[in-house]
């Protein structure tokens, strides 16, 4: 386990966890605002190869309210990203920011709370993907 990140790694190809996760950052109150295809990106602007990678950009409308409130700039840590790539054919690793982690650089109290609640949705997701 790192410092700022949560993982689990899927018995499935890429299209399915990211269906997975999807439905389970749902669960949790989360959409995903903003999607970047790593490997599409990769190949039309430096035509690599890279593996099956995306980095979703979720977020809890309500908890993202209060955060801005809190902290005008925190914007710039917003959507909360989680990764989807292919470590190996069928397998999948999934991980979470912990935004515990990246918030406390901003120093701000009032966001202890709000950032402790996010890291404990976005850990369940990943519990969740784990049991499943």
Known sequence: MSSYYFSTTLP?????????????????GFG???????????KKKLDLDFRPYKILGACNPPLAHKA?????????????NVIVQETDEGRTEVAAI?????????????????????RARLRRVIDALSAS
């Open 98 to 118: 912990d935004p515990v982690a990246s918030m406390q650089a901003v120093g701000n109290e009032a966001l202890t709370d709000i950032a402790e609640d996010v």
């Open 68 to 80: 801005l409130q809190a902290e005008d700039k925190i914007g710039t840590m917003l959507p909360c």
């Open 32 to 42: 995903v605002l903003t999607e970047i295809d790593v490997k599409a990106t990769m």
């Open 12 to 28: 499935l190809p890429l299209d399915d966890a990211e269906a997975r996760v999807r439905d389970v950052l749902q669960q949790e």
